[in-house]
C-alpha cells in the first residue's frame, strides 16, 4: 500500500484535525474519500461536457420507439 504525506502548518493542522474528528472520521480515511469523491465529481463532468458538445448530433429515441425498437414488452 502506497503511502502520501501531506504537510500542514499548526494552523492548518489544528482546523484539518477539528473539522475531521467533528465528522467522526480519521484523517487517512477522509481524505482518500474526499480525493476518491473529486476525481468522480471531475469524471462526471466531463461525461456532461461530451454530450453537451455531442448532443446536436444524437438521435434520441421516445419511450415508445424505444420499446417497439428494443422488442421490450
Known amino acids: ?6 504537510r500542514f502548518n499548526e494552523a492548518e493542522d489544528k482546523i484539518v ?5 467533528s465528522k467522526g472520521e ?3 480515511q ?9 476525481i468522480e ?4 463532468i466531463s461525461i456532461v461536457n ?3 458538445q455531442e ?3 444524437m438521435e434520441f429515441l421516445t419511450f415508445e ?3 417497439k425498437e428494443w422488442d421490450i414488452k
Not at 500500500?1 to 501531506?6: H, T
Not at 484535525?17 to 474528528?21: F, K, L, S
Not at 477522509?30 to 473529486?38: D, G, Q
Request: aromatic content about 12%; proline content about 0%.
Open 1 to 6: 500500500m502506497a503511502v502520501i504525506s501531506v
Open 17 to 21: 484535525r477539528q473539522y475531521i474528528e
Open 26 to 28: 480519521n484523517i487517512s
Open 30 to 38: 477522509y481524505i482518500k474519500t474526499m480525493l476518491l469523491e473529486r
Open 41 to 44: 465529481d471531475e469524471y462526471d
Open 50 to 52: 461530451e454530450y453537451l
Open 55 to 57: 448532443k446536436d448530433s
Open 65 to 67: 420507439e424505444a420499446t
